[in-house]
């Protein structure tokens, strides 16, 4: 947006939270200061220490986390006041612990160094801070103006479960004006209007374990569609019981990550998915044929004709619908009309234990509607809190133009988003870890939200916001609870009720049930089919960034999309058939047009898209919202035009063709991935159902020659540096060296391992998210951090197409297919894998001799330790580990007074105190999360006694949502890992390089389909 | 070689002895020498320009130096894994170059080939400065070079050592003993020749000073009866080194796993390199130096000629390694060694394995022609694309491997930028700012062993009087 966003902070300063970051930071600064002398920070002890607070102790919040819809419970790590880790709550029952990349990233939210300081007013075309008191008597003079002017005024509120969105209706009420319209941009809700239809509940829950086949209809339930954290949990726990793991099957266009983990593709063109489910239908129930249905999607009869058979012999099943089409009710509910054939509901679909995230959302309809009537004029009063149409609704609707003619805007937003821009007033909100609330994820539970720590700056939660407004101006104020901490009290039965269910995060009860929202009629298109261009434009939100409001969180844009890898950038997404016939290459530009408008952006090369399909991910090309958002990448939304599903109302995002040519220029991608094809290096492993029956788990083909040994065991136990070759590395040898745990010298009890369940592994990343945070690790992909200093490399991610991220994790994305992708003709069936990659903590580390210095060597519980204090840069380390896991500060990325700096006031109050902020010109690498088994052992040393199996884990760990990784102490026969540790599919990677592993990958398992099966 | 002379047995041993080819016929006696070598020290318009340049070329070094230790690493072209770089190169090349110098003046002086008495003292010089540069370069190389110490073992009060199996420790030691003898054996050299710069030096202040350097030299039987042996032994104690050195460096290589340095022919391939570099610079150095300096009767064609067959000699083993090298990816059989090889040659990588190849194995293959070998411009050509061939060869060493190793997830490439640039134009600089210093300090061509191998002057047949 042009006007210029002032975010300057009022007088009042922050001198409390100044005063504890010094206590925070001083423990990082310490460390800085012992190798650089830089200046010194004073350590300032409290006079009088606030209860239970003992500093450098960790206290843990439950909370709810309200970065999507779906109310994961949390367990928020705070530290001398501040909050510093998002984990997920183990005894909710949504994520039963684990975290997605966005949820963990709240925190980043929280402190992101462009939210607004304090209140902020239009004075001059500009928005300048102000105080709440002149913010809100301006506020209330509209809403006395408004008052009983119900058509006049629109509340846009972004859709939350739980009791607000009722509670924010009867304020509404209050004061004469219509319901709110819950907007959420990523809702799926079509599939939602479906369930209602076909389940009555507006969300089943899926039972992924029970079933035999999933058939996804573009149904991305690894991708943040739906209850993202839930059905990985169950749908890795199916995968992970081998033998009687469901096949997956994925219906679309573009393999997405869901996709990507199916066993087989049936690449359906757009707008065709209903014609299959109904053929699908018909077929299972005897009649009719499938060609049709085969013509429309483009796809193969036979592989129709083996899904239906298919259907029929696995029973029960689990055909999940999803997409957004032009139809997608239409699908849903032909899908559904499969699952009764079928018998599937109440097997694998249990509408009685479904979830309640979007009961209260409104249609997209409706902000279209209300864009309608705010551009013909008739809106004066505009009040928006949370959601961001000007960036998510589709660019026909013109949502920015229409807000803009509304005689008076408020925002309650935190951060300086599109939307917000335009407004006439700012109220900031509380960030949801500020703040109270509730959700209820399961029928009859009262998830609960409080504040994990006083707000970071001058903001107040728009509920008190709200109550406070109600009682000054209207009869209504006496209605109100005192506070919205009493509100909830009341939800959760009383105060003494709340303070007791607090520490849990759930209690029982119910939130206050939000009205019916207003139907609106949906503007429908003349069909996909009918519209101008060569290639159907596939817009999919991404799986990251969401509908966009991931966008100024650091973590998330350097975090690289599952599929395409790519990150801090907006690709096109082009089958390489394509590309070769437009005689574009990866990284050339080119131009995608329809009726709406063009965008011109870099092709990513993609086998796993429809030649005849260009796919572009949502979230990016923001022209506000912060330094991290501004100005990176494209947004698609605004080549769509305005078509709504029929039924539900809801946006549709493969709606129109589109044309396609090739634009000038060619731009390095900003990518993660060196080769996505594993060359036969045999680094992610897999093997079918049928060779895992029969026991024929580790081909001998993927080790190099003369290397035989898959005995992995020894390896783990027999890792001395200069006996590799010797009696040590023999796995009949009685000597284990002073690994064994029995070994005469006592030496080391305990030998730190992992193990890596490649069948359960889907690639979602959380893992790496995890990291940064717990690691203090810095991203580097901000223009400021590298285009300034590299010339021939500007603007987002110039560092990263130097390959410099620092992920001391990664997700390698391997598709099992020879060739490069420029010469790949479009081929539905490929196999893809994924192997998150980290220190393997060598026994036998190829890094630790060629140190010049010691800054690496072995501990005797066996982890590989970095010394930052100690290291030089000589980088000889990384250069010698065959894994590729060690991360260079090529820059002072944790220094603050450099341009580079990542972590720029206040993200810095993220920061990890247990881990040191590395500065320019050392190397650093994954620790195994020393700091988390210091200080289980340091607890455990304290309460005189041994550390439990499975006490701690290690932060990538403990957020996977597919529970694959799993960490802990080999040598002991009770943690789990020492288990996992005999599962016949375990291996090593590059084992015949004798380095002698901690980490341990489990072989992924594919299910091919019976038919290919009886082929081979 | 047909060169090398046979040794006296008569009388004491003689450093040199003269054989047919290598005399100076051109020569006529010691005051010709004394004249001739040092009109050379005298400051001329050129030399003041050239010494400007090689200025301007260290500054800007030193600049885009300061500028990555202030900005980090960062600022130079690297891209993880390839994490060594134009840096590493650089070092590579310079301690190359530094063999020619110990080879001639001790190898060769050992082998008594007399075709190295005119060219030693500058190929001598020429070490210690290239020394001198390598030497630079892993302290910029590292992520802390002000932390450069912790690598030279020292007693401290943290009873922290160096890690005596890293090879980059190997390299402390090997560069400065590398360092400490050559600058001995180059000094032990020139004091006879300084004594004669004491005697003809009329300002005061510079007499004393050369005095002191030439401890005294009064050119008496014992003198000569030492500075024999000292320099005897100076040559047998650096002739091992002259080994060493070069193997130390490809340990950094050949010791760790990385498909493309894990090989056991990097030390005697390296040294081979070394000295084929070293011959390179000299023929880059001398060439212009007899030119200008009108001393084409000291360096005859004759003395090119065999340091021609020396080059070719060496650069054929060189090829060798190179063939060797895929003969043995291809024969050992591990994939990621073959596939590493492939994408050096035909790959991602194959103009800079081609630039090698062509430069260091194809076109010396033109000095079997006699008439190349007496033609000092094409001399001069090839030692250019020599230099040039040598500096790429360590490329595709470091940077190909780095970039293709065993994870395809992580391969890469790699471009230098003009921090990486702006610093090896300021290594050169820094090379030839201290040897333009010394060719105006002291004679470029050793004037006494020179006048060894000239007839000396009999009573009565000159002109003037015997010296």
Redesign the interface.
């Known amino acids: 947006m042009s006007q210029d966003v002032n975010t300057t902070s009022p007088t009042d300063g922050v001198k409390r939270r100044e005063f504890l970051k010094v206590i925070g930071a001083s423990g990082a600064a310490a460390t800085l200061v012992g190798c650089a002398s830089d200046k010194v920070e004073k350590l300032i002890p409290y006079v009088s220490s606030p209860d239970n607070t003992v500093p450098g102790v960790s206290s843990y919040y439950a909370t709810t986390c309200r970065e999507c819809a779906a109310g994961c419970g949390l367990i928020i790590e705070t530290r001398d006041g501040r909050a510093i880790k998002a984990e997920g709550n183990p005894e909710h029952p949504v994520n039963q612990g684990a975290l997605c990349a966005r949820g963990q990233s709240a925190l980043q939210g929280l402190y992101n160094p462009d939210r607004f300081r304090g209140p902020m007013i239009r004075e001059g075309g500009k928005l300048v801070a102000t105080t709440w008191d002149k913010a809100l008597d301006a506020v209330k003079a509209k809403l006395v103006e408004h008052k009983g002017k119900a058509a006049s005024a629109v509340f846009i509120n972004q859709h939350e479960q739980g009791s607000f969105p009722a509670f924010l209706d009867q304020w509404l009420a209050g004061f004469g004006l219509a319901p709110h319209i819950g907007y959420d941009a990523e809702a799926p809700l079509a599939a939602v209007a479906a369930n209602r239809a076909a389940y009555g509940v507006s969300w089943p829950k899926l039972d992924f374990s029970a079933a035999k086949l999933i058939v996804s209809f573009g149904a991305d339930y690894l991708d943040g569609w739906g209850l993202s954290v839930q059905q990985q949990l169950a749908f890795s726990e199916a995968r992970a019981n081998i033998n009687e793991a469901p096949r997956v099957v994925y219906i679309g266009a573009r393999r997405s990550l869901t996709g990507l983990n199916a066993d087989s593709w049936i690449p359906a063109r757009p707008g065709s998915e209903k014609a299959v489910a109904e053929a699908l239908l018909a077929a299972v129930k005897g009649s009719g044929s499938l060609k049709s249905a085969a013509d429309a999607a483009g796809v193969s009869v036979a592989s129709l004709e083996s899904l239906a058979k298919e259907l029929l012999a696995a029973k029960p099943s689990l055909l999940i619908a999803g997409g957004n089409g032009e139809d997608a009710t239409g699908t849903a509910l032909a899908v559904a009309e499969l699952n009764k054939a079928l018998g599937n509901v109440g097997v694998t679909i249990k509408p009685a234990e479904g979830s309640l995230a979007y009961e209260g959302a409104s249609s997209h309809a409706a902000v279209r509607e209300a864009a309608e009537r705010m551009a013909a004029g008739s809106v004066s009063l505009a009040i928006i809190r949370g959601a961001n149409p000007a960036h998510t609704m589709p660019g026909a609707v013109k949502f920015a133009d229409a807000f803009a003619k509304v005689g008076f805007k408020v925002s309650f937003s935190s951060y300086p988003d599109e939307t917000t821009g335009l407004c006439d007033v700012v109220l900031p909100d509380h960030h949801s870890l500020e703040s109270w609330g509730d959700a209820e994820p399961v029928k009859g539970t009262l998830a609960l939200q409080q504040p994990v720590m006083d707000p970071v700056f001058n903001t107040r939660a728009t509920a008190d916001v709200l109550i406070a407004l109600a009682k000054a101006e209207s009869a209504l104020g006496a209605k109100m609870p005192v506070d919205y901490r009493a509100f909830i009290a009341g939800r959760a039965g009383g105060a003494a009720n709340l303070t007791a269910a607090l520490p849990k995060g759930f209690t029982n009860g119910s939130v206050l049930a939000v009205g019916a929202a207003k139907a609106v009629t949906p503007k429908s298109g003349a069909g996909i089919s009918q519209s101008q261009g060569a290639y159907f434009l596939h817009v999919y939100p991404s799986p990251i960034l969401g509908d966009g409001r991931g966008a100024n969180k650091p973590w998330l844009q350097e975090l690289p999309d599952p599929v395409t890898k790519t990150l801090w950038q907006t690709v096109i997404e082009l089958h390489p058939e394509t590309a070769l016939k437009l005689s574009i290459e990866q990284g050339d530009h080119a131009t995608v047009e329809t009726a709406q408008g063009s965008l011109t952006a870099p092709v990513y090369l993609y086998i796993g898209i429809r030649p005849d399909t260009i796919g572009i991910a949502t979230g990016r090309g923001h022209t506000a919202y912060g330094r991290y958002a501004k100005d990176c990448g494209f947004n698609p939304m605004l080549l769509l035009p305005t078509v709504e599903d029929a039924r539900s109302g809801a946006v549709t995002l493969v709606s129109t063709k589109a044309g396609l040519k090739k634009a000038t220029g060619n731009s390095r991608l900003v990518t993660?991935?060196?080769?996505?094809?594993?060359?036969?290096?045999g680094?992610a492993r897999a093997v079918s159902v049928d060779q895992y029956r029969k026991g024929e788990l580790h081909e001998e083909k993927e080790a190099?020659?003369?290397q035989a040994s898959t005995a992995f065991l020894p390896g783990l136990r027999s890792p001395v540096a200069n006996d590799a070759q010797g009696e040590l590395g023999d796995p009949n040898s009685k000597n284990k060296g002073q690994y064994d745990p029995n070994h005469w010298s006592g030496a080391a009890k305990r030998r730190w391992a992992m193990t890596i369940d490649l069948a359960k592994c889907t690639g979602c990343s959380a893992c790496v998210t995890a990291c940064y945070a717990e690691n203090n690790i810095p991203t580097v992909g901000a223009p400021w951090q590298?285009g300034q200093?590299?010339?021939?490399r500007t603007g987002f991610g110039a560092?990263i197409t130097?390959?410099?991220e620092m992920a001391w994790i990664?997700l390698?994305r391997?598709f099992e297919i020879d060739r490069e992708p420029k010469d790949v003709e479009f081929n539905p069936d490929f196999e893809t894998r994924v192997i998150p990659?980290m220190c393997q903590h060598c026994g036998n580390a190829?890094c630790e001799?060629?140190?010049?210095?010691?800054a690496t060597y072995h501990s005797p519980d066996g982890l590989n330790v970095q010394v930052y204090n100690?290291?030089?840069?000589?980088?000889?380390c990384?250069?010698?580990?065959?894994?590729?896991v060690r991360?260079?500060?090529?820059?002072?990325y944790g220094e603050p007074d450099r341009t580079?700096y990542a972590f720029p006031e206040p993200l810095h109050w993220q920061l990890n105190p247990d881990v040191t902020v590395r500065g320019?010109?050392?190397?650093e690498k994954c620790s195994f999360c020393v700091q988390r088994i210091k200080e289980a052992e340091n607890r455990a040393k304290l309460e005189q006694r041994e550390l439990k199996p499975d006490e701690f884990t290690s932060a990538c760990a403990q957020a996977c949502p597919s529970r694959a990784i799993i960490f802990g102490d080999a040598a002991d026969e009770q943690w789990s890992v020492a288990k996992m540790l005999k599962d016949e599919r375990g291996y090593h990677v590059?084992e015949d390089?004798n380095t002698y592993t901690a980490v341990v990958y489990l072989l992924k398992v594919n299910h091919p389909s019976p038919a290919a099966a009886t082929k081979a | 070689m047909a060169t090398i002379a046979q040794p006296s047995h008569d009388g004491p041993r003689r450093p040199n002895i003269a054989s047919a080819n290598v005399q100076l016929p051109a020569v006529k006696d010691y005051e010709q020498v004394d004249d001739e070598i040092l009109a050379t020290l005298v400051p001329t318009k050129k030399w003041f320009a050239l010494l400007a340049l090689a200025v301007c070329f260290l500054m800007v070094g030193i600049a885009s130096w300061m500028y990555q230790i202030h900005e980090g690493l960062g600022v130079a072209g690297y891209n993880p894994p390839v994490m060594w770089g134009v840096y590493i190169i650089t070092f590579v090349f310079w301690v190359g170059i530094g063999h020619a110098g110990t080879l001639i003046s001790a190898i060769l002086y050992l082998f008594r080939a007399g075709f190295r008495t005119t060219i030693y003292r500058c190929a001598e010089a020429m070490t210690v400065f290239a020394v001198m540069t390598a030497g630079l370069f892993p302290i910029i190389h590292i992520g802390r070079p002000w932390k450069f110490f912790w690598l030279i073992p020292y007693p401290n009060w943290r009873l922290l050592w160096p890690n005596f199996k890293s090879p980059l420790v190997w390299d402390v030691f090997a560069i400065s003993t590398y360092l400490t003898i050559s600058t001995t054996f180059l000094f032990i050299g020139l004091i006879p020749d300084i004594a004669t710069l004491r005697d003809r030096c009329v300002n005061p202040v510079r007499k004393q000073i050369l005095a002191m350097l030439s401890f005294g030299w009064r050119n008496s039987e014992a003198e000569w009866r030492h500075f024999v042996r000292a320099y005897l032994f100076l040559a047998a104690f650096s002739t091992p080194l002259v080994l060493s050195v070069h193997s130390v460096v490809s340990f950094d290589f050949a010791m760790a796993l990385t498909p493309g340095w894990h090989t056991t022919i990097f030390p005697p391939y390296f040294v081979a390199g070394a000295i084929f570099s070293g011959i390179g610079m000299v023929f880059t150095i001398i060439i212009p130096i007899r030119k200008y300096f009108k001393l084409q009767h000291y360096v005859t064609l004759n003395h090119l000629d065999a340091a021609a067959k020396l080059a070719l000699f060496t650069s054929m083993v060189v090829g060798c390694a190179y063939i060797v090298e895929f003969f043995i990816a291809w024969y050992g059989g591990v994939q990621a060694e073959q596939d590493y090889f492939w994408n050096r040659v035909f790959g991602q990588w194959w103009w800079a394995a081609w630039i090698m190849l062509t430069c260091n194995m194809i076109l010396p293959l033109s000095l079997f022609s006699q008439k190349l070998r007496r033609n000092p411009s094409w001399l001069w050509i090839l030692s250019i694309f020599i230099n040039i061939g040598m500096w790429f060869e360590r490329f595709v060493i470091v940077v190909p491997s780095l970039s293709h190793e065993f994870e395809p997830w992580q391969w890469t490439t790699y471009s230098p930028t003009w921090v990486d640039y702006g610093i090896l134009l300021g290594s050169f600089g820094w090379f030839f700012m201290w040897f333009l210093l010394f060719i105006k300090q002291f004679p470029v061509l050793a004037i006494s062993e020179i006048k060894e191998i000239i007839p000396p002057k009999m009573k009565g047949k000159g002109p003037r009087g015997g010296h």
């Open positions: 993660t991935e060196g080769s996505g094809r594993q060359h036969g290096r680094i190099f020659v003369g590298g200093v590299m010339p021939d560092n130097r390959s410099r990664r390698e391997y990659m190829p001799p060629v140190c010049p210095v010691y100690r290291c030089v840069g000589t980088r000889y990384s250069n010698n580990c065959p894994y590729k991360y260079y500060n090529w820059f002072g580079q320019k010109g050392i190397m590059f390089l």
